[in-house]
């Protein structure tokens, strides 16, 4: 069992940077590929991030390379995302998500646990 509590969210003006937390429970976490996805308001859930169980291997979005950044500290049982020149398209609820095996995934349906989610907006 691994549960996900994520933090960082909130408000910031186009252009700006927010970083991301993502804090896991569970003996497991070195072992697992993470995950970051969002929802916008009336859009299904999307990829944004994966990163494998060593933090070696990383995979974005196309709408988000080059701006954002995945890692992780095992030994902090902690996943981040770092967002950069964020703009307001970007503006959604951020979940993260851990699978149940160490290879990096994009779809939402190979993973097995889910945070509660964090808002992000960006404003124009």
């Known amino acids: 069992q691994v549960q996900l509590v994520e933090s960082g969210g909130g408000l910031v003006q186009a252009g700006g940077s927010l970083r991301l937390s993502c804090a896991a429970s569970?003996?497991?976490?070195?072992?697992?590929?993470m995950g970051w996805f969002r929802q916008a308001p009336g859009k299904e859930r999307e990829f944004v991030a994966s990163i494998n169980w060593s933090g070696g291997g990383t995979a974005y979005a196309d709408s988000v390379q080059g701006r954002f950044t995945i890692s992780r500290d095992n030994t902090k049982n902690t996943v981040y995302l770092q967002m950069n020149s964020l703009n307001p398209e970007d503006t959604a609820v951020y979940y993260c998500a851990a699978a149940q095996s160490g290879a990096r995934k994009t779809r939402g349906d190979e993973y097995r646990y889910w945070g509660q989610g964090t808002q992000v907006t960006v404003s124009s």
């Open positions: 569970g003996r497991t976490f070195s072992s697992i590929a």
